[in-house]
């Protein structure tokens, strides 16, 4: 496996293996990478492309009062697990790498970005799409991995490269959670034995709303509060968001008819989790 830090090298890199005839698949993390991060691996690695990895804590994307500074590292770790896993090339730039200058050009994706998370967290998106665009140029990938974990994430990238007219396809990858339901996190290392216990509300409480939906609650408000209040009385968490949106446009839903998706922000502690699921609903005939 080889491993770099600069654009330049990776670019030789690539050229000289699409020379070959190879097609590129690219996987891009902040690292502290766990099974999540494998699975987006393992699904790059099934289209026989050369595959990319790229860990960076982009600075864009978080705001001032949030976890940049302390948010987990571990390249070595990292580089050992990518290598087991087979993939082809670590890129792992520096701030100064990707930055060498303050950015004047952004890449915006309207509307999707003002809901969920990107209401809470003002400027989070810009910051994703700004990376994720210099990251498919230096790349130039035939294949992007996304996982559904960071579901608005994925659509957002989706249409950016719809609206831009990128050649790159975005290929989803379903969430992959702990034996108890809990979604895989590297912010999960931040949680004590107590909160970790509490977050299982999550995963449980968009269970139960799956099987209300199924049950034939067709009402987006009364599910929100039926999750709400679950984690309101299982749990200290402090809930930031939870909301039924249309699964692909993420538009407001009052009565629950094409495929929702379930979302939620909550905070445990200074720990701010997230996790989703998208509810399929059998139409009435
Ligand atoms: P991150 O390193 O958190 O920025 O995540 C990098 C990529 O891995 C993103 O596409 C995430 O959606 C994906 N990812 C993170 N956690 C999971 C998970 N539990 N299951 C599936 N994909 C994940």
């Given amino acids: ?44 690695k099934q289209t026989d492309a050369f595959v990319v990895l790229s860990i960076f804590v982009n600075p864009l994307q978080f705001g001032p009062n949030e976890d940049l500074s302390r948010y987990p590292r571990d390249l070595e770790r990292d580089a ?35 809901v969920l998370c990107g209401s809470s967290r003002p400027g989070h998106f810009r910051g994703v799409a700004t990376v994720v665009s210099k990251l498919f140029n230096i790349v130039q990938p035939d294949m992007a991995f996304f996982g559904q974990k960071d579901y608005q994430q994925y659509l957002i990238i989706e249409r950016m490269v719809k609206d831009l007219s990128l050649p790159i396809e975005i290929c989803p990858v379903p969430i992959i959670r ?23 509300v999550l995963s449980k409480s968009l269970n139960e709303a799956e099987r209300s939906i199924h049950g034939g609650q067709r009402s987006a408000r ?64």
């Fill in 80 to 114: 050992h697990l990518v290598e087991e896993a087979g993939v082809d090339v670590v890129f792992h730039p520096s701030v100064e790498e990707m930055y060498p200058r303050p950015m004047l050009t952004f890449v915006e994706v309207g509307e999707l970005d003002r």
């Fill in 222 to 285: 009364e599910i929100e509060r039926q999750i709400r209040e679950k984690i309101t009385l299982e749990s200290h968490g402090v809930i930031d968001y939870v909301e039924v949106r249309d699964a692909g446009s993420l538009s407001d839903v009052t009565d629950i008819q094409s495929p929702v998706l379930l979302a939620l922000a909550v905070k445990f502690g200074t720990t701010r989790l997230i996790d989703n699921k998208v509810v399929e609903v059998e139409q009435n005939v």
């Fill in 178 to 200: 702990e034996e108890d339901g809990l979604a895989m996190s590297s912010r999960n290392i931040y949680l004590t034995a107590e909160q970790r216990l509490e977050a299982l």
């Fill in 1 to 44: 496996m080889k491993r770099t830090s600069r654009i330049s090298e990776l670019r030789e890199i690539i050229s000289s293996e699409k020379k070959r005839g190879r097609k590129i698949a690219l996987v891009p993390t902040m690292g502290f990478l766990h099974r999540g991060h494998l699975s987006l691996i393992e699904q790059a």
